[in-house]
């Protein structure tokens, strides 16, 4: 998820600079070339390393400094010194709340808050905001919306945009029709829900040799030639069920796959319980225990 990543470091450091003293253009600069990064449809890393990147529409020499600053370092300095002073977490619910730089840290300051734990406990513990509000003559309206925000921000921790799960899901799907024993696969889970955010990728796979059930030992050797595609990083885990085989492998893309390998007699039942969220399926299941 370098692309968004290194989108997020630029963006944070155009956020921080519209409250500090200075010249403006930097945050206009830097969030042009955060949205041209984020946008980017292939691997900024070699973008960068082809030289593509430097002529790329809306990075300017400002913002490119910094990028080959990350690349060859793995830093970037002026993003170091934001760190020590105010918690990255604090940059994200100004994005999140849109309220504003300047009054988001006006709030932490008048609460004394230093991390986003901090902040989370002070709606957790204190849920009457008007009253906090008013101690402290808030806008009650801002503190409803920055509530909003971190329970939001917190239910979203390590899920990524659908946008870029999409961006490279295209070459594991490509990569995957590549081996030639699987008859047909189908991207299930959240993404085929069609959800905003995407915590992992679940792909269920039909191999032409699993008519009935599953043929063990020929399965393994799809596993085994899964395991050896460029996006793989390593094999996680692997549970073998009476109906399915599931195998999950980390990425190079920083997000899990599940690989549902299936047989054709039970691919209409996975396809329904690979796509269906787990209280969906809990619904569907008591409603057929109902009717019997």
């Not at 913002?63 to 300095?77: D, H, Q, V």
Request: positive net charge.
């Amino acid at each position: 998820m370098i692309n968004l990543k290194l989108s997020s470091i630029l963006t944070t450091i155009a956020e921080i600079s519209k409250f500090l003293p200075g010249d403006k253009k930097i945050v206009i600069d830097l969030s042009r070339a955060a949205r041209s990064i984020r946008d980017y449809q292939g691997d900024i890393s070699e973008a960068y390393s082809s030289g593509i990147l430097e002529n790329t529409p809306g990075i300017d020499a400002f913002s490119y400094a910094m990028i080959k600053e990350f690349f060859e370092t793995g830093s970037i300095k002026l993003f170091d010194q934001i760190k020590e002073k105010y918690p990255e977490e604090l940059i994200k619910i100004v994005r999140l709340s849109g309220i504003g730089t300047k009054r988001v840290f006006d709030i932490y300051e008048k609460f004394n808050i230093k991390t986003f734990e901090d902040l989370k406990d002070l709606f957790t513990l204190n849920c009457d905001t008007k009253k906090i509000a008013d101690s402290l003559e808030i806008d009650n309206l801002f503190l409803e919306r920055i509530k909003h925000s971190v329970f939001y921000y917190e239910s979203i921790i390590g899920q990524y945009p659908r946008w870029l799960v999409l961006s490279f899901l295209e070459k594991i799907i490509e990569s995957l029709q590549g081996i030639n024993e699987i008859f047909t696969l189908k991207v299930v889970g959240s993404l085929r829900r069609r959800k905003a955010t995407i915590k992992d990728i679940d792909i269920l796979i039909l191999p032409e040799f699993n008519s009935k059930c599953i043929d063990h030992e020929r399965t393994n050797e799809i596993i085994l030639k899964i395991s050896r595609l460029f996006f793989v990083k390593a094999l996680v885990s692997n549970e073998k069920r009476k109906e399915n085989i599931s195998v999950r492998f980390s990425t190079i893309y920083d997000i899990d796959v599940e690989i549902i390998i299936t047989s054709k007699k039970m691919w209409p039942s996975d396809l329904l319980t690979t796509t269906g969220s787990k209280n969906h399926i809990s619904k569907l299941k008591d409603l057929a225990a109902d009717r019997g």
